[in-house]
Nanobody, 127 residues
Framework: QVQLVESGGGLVQAGGSLRLSCAAS????????MGWFRQAPGKEREIVSAISGSGYNTYYLDSVKGRFTISRDNAKNTVYLQMSSLKPEDTAVYYCAQQQVAYVDYPSPLRSEYEYWGQGTQVTVSS
């Protein structure tokens, strides 16, 4: 059974930084792309970033390009999201997710392609 556990959320001022972590268990981690999604109150859950199993290929939402960096440590079964220059509009619950299909070259930006989800961690950016 796959388990994903996020950590690292919190309250930060605009312009600040946070690093989110997601520890995975249950499947061979390096085989699967991982994604970070977020959901703000009253809005749909949206992709923020994703990374292939190898770590070579990544995807970013346009609004976070240049500010957020996704990475993974396959030896530690962990994926990270380094968030810098945070803005109030980044406020949301952030979820990590594991893609359903193994061995994809490019991580999918589609929510429907992700089978397993963490419980979420709140990120609040004050102005």
């Amino acid at each position: 059974q796959v388990q994903l556990v996020e950590s690292g959320g919190g309250l930060v001022q605009a312009g600040g930084s946070l690093r989110l972590s997601c520890a995975a268990s249950g499947r061979t981690f390096a085989r699967y792309a991982m994604g970070w999604f977020r959901q703000a109150p009253g809005k749909e859950r949206e992709i923020v970033s994703a990374i292939s199993g190898s770590g070579y290929n990544t995807y970013y939402l346009d609004s976070v390009k240049g500010r957020f960096t996704i990475s993974r440590d396959n030896a530690k079964n962990t994926v990270y999201l380094q968030m810098s220059s945070l803005k109030p509009e980044d406020t949301a619950v952030y979820y990590c997710a594991q893609q359903q299909v193994a061995y994809v070259d490019y991580p999918s930006p589609l929510r429907s392609e992700y089978e397993y989800w963490g419980q979420g961690t709140q990120v609040t950016v004050s102005s």
